[in-house]
């Protein structure tokens, strides 16, 4: 595709229930990022992947969030046990390289109820 | 400066007026610096980058000023147009890792 693609856009989840939020970028793509973005805030780094590599996660809340990438393409992002203070917009975003600008998708809107 | 809580800084202007939007980072080992556009319900949207070893850049109708000295970046737009109506968020890249401010709600009045 064009451009940065995820699903589903919105999710409506109970507490306690799990999810998966998936992000295709854009193909040939090295760099993909996840990020969590609160009402009227920034978005706020959760982890990077370059290939399928995760170099770095330090930016995931709990051991409940769990992000894959296992063939350097699609990546997912997996939260266990949601709990209300995860309801969020998800954005994923993937770059050429990870010194060169960032494109991104249009964000998955998860509401815990 | 940014505002706490739910607000966000804003900035009203006129259709046809130039707009200025500032955002300073914290990181003096940031070298990389993007400005980008958020739409609501949308991503954010690449408008503009500048590295480090450059002060001003210009595009259609933007320019982005870095001021290293004072960790400073401004983005200017030229005959803003109601269209430009958004967030913006500076985003400063010191390794890997594009890492965004709390940003700008700019208003355009037709």
């Known amino acids: 595709g064009a451009g940065v693609s995820q699903s589903p856009r919105y999710k409506v989840a109970k507490r306690g229930q799990d999810v998966a939020l998936r992000c295709d970028p854009i193909s040939g793509h090295v760099s993909l990022f996840w990020y969590q973005q609160a009402l009227g805030q920034g978005p706020e780094f959760l982890t990077y992947f370059q290939n399928e590599a995760q170099l770095d996660k330090s930016g995931l809340p709990s051991d409940r969030f769990f992000a894959e990438r296992p063939e350097g393409s699609v990546s997912t992002l997996k939260i266990q046990r949601t709990q209300q203070e995860d309801s969020a917009v998800y954005l994923c975003a993937s770059s050429l390289r990870s010194d060169t600008e960032a494109f991104f998708g249009q964000g998955t809107r998860l509401t815990v109820v | 400066g940014e505002s706490v809580g739910l607000h966000l800084p804003t900035l009203s202007v006129q259709e046809g007026d130039n707009s200025i939007i500032n955002c300073a980072y914290s990181n003096s080992a940031s070298d990389y610096f993007i400005w980008y556009k958020q739409e609501s319900g949308k991503g954010p949207q690449f408008i503009i980058d500048?590295?480090?070893?450059?002060d001003k850049r210009q595009g259609q109708r933007v320019t982005v000023l870095l001021n290293k000295t004072v960790k400073h970046l401004s983005l200017q737009i030229a005959a803003t147009q109601p269209g430009d109506s958004a967030v913006y968020f500076c985003?400063?890249?010191?390794?890997?890792?594009?890492?965004f401010g709390r940003g700008t709600s700019l208003i355009v009045h037709p």
């Open positions: 500048i590295r480090s070893n450059m």
């Open positions: 985003a400063e890249n010191g390794g890997y890792i594009p890492t």
